[in-house]
């Protein structure tokens, strides 16, 4: 594929619950390009945070790899940005201490680092709390500090796991037009797993549906960042969306419940 950076061939990740094989990973393939923003969007325990920590090496694959830019990083971290679902300020730290931890676990030049933190902070709205602890900062720019921190991790591609998900619904609105402007002016790649199909449509090149039992990438749906969808289009690619993530989540429940064992998974 042209220009891809990222690629995961097939992906095969099981994990042991109650003594028996879960297949929650299946013949997974996944490519990106450079400078693109694609969003999984799938039923809820099909794979999607399981698949991003693959990505970024925190687990490895049963099976499959994994490249970047054509090397294998299979099962190896530090080399794509990654920001968890519950990803925690150290409440003990400044915004400018926070943001610099990475830099500093990687050994990397911490006065250049800051020079560049301090070039990127009107960016990131942060310019007045440098100084402030994370109890003394919204939820928003809670999240900010985070996005701001896993980018000085130095990568080009970062996977965020539902960052805006616990933020109310205006705070959220703001940083989805935020976060859509710095991808642009940063010109990042990034990898978004959300359950909210608006934010996905709003943000999005590209956005993969997963399926479930086990979970494997069934769709892409292009989109152009740059021509917004109307109204009426966007409610229509809503729905559809919606409609084969509901035929999923009821595959689940008719067939077994996340987690449980397949019946002809070996026990071992
Ligand atoms: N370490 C683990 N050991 C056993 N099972 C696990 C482990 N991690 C994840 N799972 C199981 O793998 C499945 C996929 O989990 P994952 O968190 O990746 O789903 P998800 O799509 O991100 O869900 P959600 O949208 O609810 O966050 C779930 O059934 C989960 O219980």
């Not at 680092?113 to 402030?132: Q, R, V």
């Not at 998900?165 to 609105?173: E, I, Q, W």
């Not at 797993?193 to 608006?198: A, C, G, L, P």
Request: hydrophobic share 40%.
């Amino acid at each position: 594929m042209p220009n891809c950076i990222l690629e995961a061939k097939d992906i095969r990740k099981t994990f042991l619950f109650k003594g028996a094989l879960v297949v929650v990973l299946d013949k997974l393939q996944f490519s990106i390009q450079e400078g693109q923003f694609v969003s999984i969007v799938g039923p809820s325990g099909c794979g999607k945070s399981t698949f991003l920590e693959l990505l970024a090496g925190i687990t490895k694959p049963d099976n499959g790899n994994i490249y970047l830019e054509g090397n294998e990083i299979t099962g190896k971290t530090g080399f794509l940005g990654y920001m968890p679902q519950d990803d925690l300020l150290f409440p003990w730290l400044t915004t400018m201490q926070n943001i610099l931890l990475p830099v500093k676990v990687q050994g990397k030049d911490e006065k250049e680092a800051k020079k560049k933190i301090i070039e990127l902070l009107p960016l990131f709205g942060l310019m007045n709390y440098t100084d402030h602890l994370p109890y003394q900062l919204s939820g928003g720019l809670k999240q900010r500090v985070a996005l701001l921190r896993t980018y000085m991790s130095s990568a080009e591609i970062l996977l965020l796991d539902e960052p805006l998900a616990k933020l109310d619904a205006l705070t959220r609105s703001q940083l989805q037009t935020w976060l859509k402007d710095i991808v642009h002016l940063l010109n990042l790649t990034i990898i978004l797993v959300t359950h909210d199909i608006d934010e996905a449509i709003m943000l999005s090149d590209r956005i993969d549906l997963m399926s479930i039992n086990p979970g494997t990438f069934m769709e892409s749906i292009y989109l152009d960042r740059n021509a917004p969808l109307s109204a009426e289009e966007q409610l229509k690619l809503k729905t559809k969306i919606r409609s084969k993530l509901v035929n999923e989540e009821e595959k689940s429940e008719n067939g077994k419940k996340i987690g449980e064992p397949e019946k002809s998974d070996k026990v071992i």
